[in-house]
């Protein structure tokens, strides 16, 4: 998957975690399916061991209340797309 179209997903999904935030009352029950869900795709997006931690951080972000507004799948494209040289160096043999 190219890494801009998982830039582009990322940002569709924490969209969809800040959708509990539109609704209140009904909104925090989303997230009780939301928030297992979105740690499930970080782990498809993001292979590995880091796919594995933000995956779990995702979903403890989202099913934690108050935290919807941290946008964790971003935060890890640039994790892994910015600061990792580890698949910087994987993208260049690609």
């Given amino acids: 998957m ?3 179209t998982k830039l ?3 940002i569709l999904f924490d969209a969809l975690g800040y ?3 539109l609704i209140p009352g ?3 029950f989303s997230d009780i399916v939301w928030a297992p869900l979105s740690g499930w795709l970080m782990t498809k997006l993001y292979k590995g061991k880091a796919g594995k931690i933000a995956g779990v951080i995702s979903f ?3 099913a934690l209340p108050g935290f919807d507004v941290i946008p964790t ?3 890890m494209w640039i994790y892994t797309y910015v600061f990792s040289k ?3 160096a994987i ?3 690609n």
């Fill in 26 to 28: 009904i909104g925090e």
């Fill in 19 to 21: 959708v509990s935030f």
């Fill in 2 to 4: 190219n890494k801009y």
């Fill in 8 to 10: 582009a997903l990322g």
């Fill in 86 to 88: 580890e698949e910087s």
């Fill in 91 to 93: 993208e260049i043999k």
């Fill in 60 to 62: 403890t972000e989202e």
């Fill in 73 to 75: 799948f971003t935060l």
